[in-house]
């Protein structure tokens, strides 16, 4: 999966990641952390026309905010 942000975002720059699915199946498919994250702290994700934030704390703790 390929996706891109849109560089209009404040803070944020475009992002052409592939991201690794461990298991798939109909009922769900398992995806790492680290492969949506890779090296950075923030991944911004589109649902429905609105923008969500996927963050991982210093406690590798994660947090979705609007």
Do not use: C, F
């Amino acid at each position: 999966m390929n996706q891109t942000i849109k560089p209009s975002l404040p803070h944020h720059h475009a992002v052409h990641q592939s991201v690794a699915v461990i298991n798939e199946t109909e009922a769900a498919r398992l995806v790492t952390s680290a492969a949506l994250l890779g090296r950075r702290d923030v991944l911004i994700i589109q649902h429905q026309g609105e923008h969500y934030s996927l963050r991982q704390t210093r406690a590798g703790k994660l947090i979705l905010t609007k």
